[in-house]
């Protein structure tokens, strides 16, 4: 399967962006799914992770109650709605997959198949 993320950009703290990630090549059910993020001079950190029914959804504790991650298989595509934006979710997003029947993973190494990345800027 082939990633390409989409929709990072400027935005001001308390504001809201959302990312997509388009998949290609590939039907994105097959896939467990996760967001990722890498700010410069750090490493990529797990943001969210959905299962291939969008029955699961997993958040690290920064985004929870601020990001929510969906998917739609119909349209072979993953979201990420990034509300409340704050200054320290500034970074390079990225979408990655990885099989259904492999447990989600909660770490960048686990994932098999990557988007390019897109960038997210929340100004103070």
């Known amino acids: 399967v082939q990633l390409q993320a989409s929709g990072g950009g400027l935005v001001q703290a308390g504001g809201s962006l959302r990312l997509s990630c388009a998949a290609s090549?590939?039907?994105?059910?097959?896939?467990?799914m996760g967001w990722f993020r890498q700010a410069p001079g750090k490493e990529r950190d797990f943001v969210a992770a959905i299962n291939w029914s969008g029955a699961s959804t997993f958040y690290t504790d920064s985004v929870k109650g601020r990001f929510t991650i969906s998917r739609d298989n119909a349209k072979n595509a993953l979201y990420l709605q990034m509300n409340r934006a704050e200054p320290t979710d500034t970074a390079v997003y990225y979408c990655a997959a990885v099989y259904r029947d492999i447990k989600i993973p909660a770490t960048a190494s686990g994932y098999r198949y990557w988007g390019q990345g897109t960038l997210v800027t929340v100004s103070s």
């Open positions: 090549a590939g039907t994105l059910s097959n896939y467990n």
